[in-house]
């Protein structure tokens, strides 16, 4: 385990669904992100927040939410997602905004599918 | 935005060679890169990482190599094992902005026993 928890390990859903994603850290790390990984694609970054405030959004649609109710707990709401938003989606945590001195620790990731 | 990719896609090396993945970036302006490896199942995990005023650094079994000049980063990795068997990707980063990561598309490292 990397101190990076994610839930669910792997999740389908219907188009007209609405999911959530969850990730939690209790390695004292103040900044969180979302990442998508597609297969033959660099990672995408999604979403960062900063204690506990979104300070970077790179154009995701938005059918994709995230939320973080505090400095452990990331969440990423779904809801109308089309089969093109089946990937591994992966959450980082760091101990700086930014947080690049160090590197991310990782969770082990959704994989979701969209059908 | 950044670009960051790698050479090979694929590498495949017998066990107990030494392996080396390459990495090209460019953004010039990065100064801090970092090598994950990624097994299947599992998250990228920190490997090694090297800041722009180096050109090498070692770990243990892990060599980072980085080349300012022609904006390329590797990764040496000695006597391979097969737990070495996983994808490796760079990343890097710049002093400014939100300095969030920029990561490559990875190369999938076989180690053949």
């Known amino acids: 385990e990397t101190g990076v928890t994610q839930t669910p390990r792997h999740l389908v859903m219907g188009m007209t669904n609405k999911k959530s994603l969850k990730c939690e850290q209790h390695l004292g790390h103040n900044a969180m992100y979302w990442y998508k990984q597609s297969a033959k694609k660099p990672l995408e970054l999604m979403f960062v927040?900063?204690?506990?405030?979104?300070?970077e959004n790179n154009s995701v649609p938005s059918r994709f939410s995230p939320e973080c109710p505090n400095s452990s707990h990331l969440f990423l709401h779904l809801h109308t997602l089309q089969p093109e938003d089946s990937a591994l989606y992966l959450c980082a945590s760091s101990p700086l905004q930014g947080g690049t001195r160090g590197g991310y620790t990782f969770g082990s990731g959704t994989r979701l599918t969209v059908v | 935005g950044e670009s960051v990719g790698l050479h090979l896609p694929t590498l495949s090396v017998q066990e107990g060679d030494n392996s080396i993945i390459n990495c090209a970036y460019s953004n010039s302006a990065s100064d801090y890169f970092i090598w994950y490896k990624q097994e299947s199942g599992k998250g990228p995990q920190f490997i090694i990482d090297i800041r722009s005023n180096m050109d090498k650094r070692q770990g243990q079994r892990v060599t980072v190599l980085l080349n300012k000049t022609v904006k390329h980063l590797s990764l040496q990795i000695a006597a391979t094992q097969p737990g070495d068997s996983a994808v490796y990707f760079c990343a890097e980063s710049t002093q400014t902005g939100a300095n969030n990561l920029f990561f490559g598309t990875g190369t999938r490292l076989t180690v053949i026993p």
């Open positions: 927040y900063s204690l506990e405030e979104r300070v």
